[in-house]
């Protein structure tokens, strides 16, 4: 399998609901990404695990916490979202190996609508 | 933080013609540079990479050391070939990912 697969593919939340993001990868990677993508803007960063630990948090408001479980599955859980919260969330993982040239392999992501 | 620069957000042609979208870069370390490609409506994917100097559907891109460059060029771009390229500097190690803003890619029939 040398896909990242995230699902839901959509998902419309209220304010005050929790919900869940999951990405999955059996690739053996060991470094695993949340990106938030506006339209028609670059993904930016939010997260990396690197061998299920958080390696790198850019500074991203509490109502988004991460989870890594175990070295195939990452989860993004929601808390709390404001509507500008509103964009694609994407998954990627890379080998992790160190390496300054690690390819990253993106999931097809989740759009997710905050009302 | 390494960082890369897209100057131009649209480029637009017909098909056909030759495209080059720029990308530069502006940062000392390791100038392993990707470019990635963003279809509508499919996934982000890897184009090419320099470690790799490969082509991949007839796009190159040679690094330019000198320049601190590294454009995409194609010599006859088709219509398949729309779509958002982003120019990202390494990622791994102690390099935190990142993206150019991206240049959006028309080609006309």
């Known amino acids: 399998d040398t896909e990242v697969t995230q699902t839901p593919k959509h998902l419309v939340m209220g304010m005050t609901n929790k919900k869940s993001l999951k990405c999955e990868q059996h690739m053996g990677h060991r470094a695993m990404y949340w990106y938030k993508q506006k339209a028609k803007k670059p993904p930016e960063l939010m997260f990396v695990?690197?061998?299920?630990?958080?390696?790198i948090n850019e500074s991203v408001p509490s109502r988004f916490s991460p989870e890594c479980p175990n070295s195939s599955l990452l989860n993004l859980h929601l808390h709390a979202l404001q509507p500008e919260d509103s964009a694609l969330y994407l998954c990627a993982s890379s080998q992790g190996s160190g390496r300054a040239v690690d390819t990253q392999y993106f999931g097809p992501g989740t759009r997710l609508t905050v009302l | 933080a390494q960082r890369v620069t897209q100057p131009e957000k649209l480029l637009s042609v017909f098909k056909g013609a030759p495209v080059e979208l720029k990308c530069n870069y502006s940062y000392s370390g390791s100038p392993e540079l990707f470019w990635y490609v963003q279809y509508s409506r499919q996934r982000l994917q890897l184009l090419l990479r320099h470690i790799s100097r490969e082509s991949i559907k007839g796009f190159t891109a040679d690094l330019n050391k000198g320049e601190t460059s590294f454009h995409l060029k194609k010599p006859f771009a088709q219509e398949e070939d729309s779509a958002m390229y982003y120019c990202?500097?390494?990622?791994?190690?102690?390099?935190?990912?990142?993206f150019g803003r991206g240049t959006s890619l028309i080609v006309h029939p």
């Open positions: 990202a500097p390494p990622s791994g190690g102690s390099y935190i990912p990142t």
């Open positions: 695990y690197s061998y299920e630990k958080l390696s």
